[in-house]
């Protein structure tokens, strides 16, 4: 009896060996150790910055990074497949809905943009703003860049 209930312990109780070895290590990246890169000029308007990069391992779909806008900067008009999550961690800016109302950020705002929605994020004209921006991947995308937005289409 007491060797039934011991191998029955055994079998309810999922050992760690087995998992411990199927996973990955805790990984840091020290802030500096990536290069900065810069928004590419087709789908920024004006001079952002990305820094801290993040990205997940398979099955985790999760990537973004810290995006630091001078003032008047911004996206191209765009959308994710999957969604995307804004969190202002400086300065002030806008986000905008294409056919709707350009809406204010500042710092600790966090955005919410559904799957598909086209819209365009960045600084205000006058005050620098940094977001760190996560979104999931679906096929390999994160986004789907459109136009520039314009001037006349800027908050000004
Ligand atoms: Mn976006």
């Known amino acids: 009896m007491k060797i039934f209930l011991i191998t ?3 079998l309810l109780l ?4 087995s998992i411990a070895a199927t996973q990955e290590a805790v990984t840091v990246s020290p802030a500096g150790s990536q290069p900065t890169t810069l928004g590419a000029p087709e789908y920024f308007t004006g001079t952002a910055k990305v820094d801290s990069r993040f990205k997940g ?11 630091s806008f001078e003032a ?3 996206t ?7 969604g995307q999550t804004l969190i202002v961690s400086s300065g002030t800016g806008w986000v905008q809905e ?4 350009a809406q204010p950020i500042k710092t600790g705002d966090v955005v919410w943009i559904p799957p598909g ?5 960045g600084a205000s004209a006058t ?12 096929d390999g995308k994160t986004v789907t860049w459109m136009e520039k937005v314009t001037d006349e289409q800027y908050p000004h």
């Open 8 to 10: 029955l312990a055994a």
């Open 14 to 17: 999922p050992g760690t060996q």
């Open 57 to 67: 391992s398979p099955p985790a779909r999760i990537s973004g990074g810290t995006v």
């Open 72 to 74: 008047g900067a911004r």
């Open 76 to 82: 191209a008009w765009h959308t994710h497949p999957l």
């Open 98 to 101: 294409w056919e709707k109302s």
């Open 117 to 121: 929605v086209k819209h365009w994020h």
């Open 127 to 138: 005050e620098p703003m940094v977001h760190i921006a996560v979104s999931e991947s679906q």
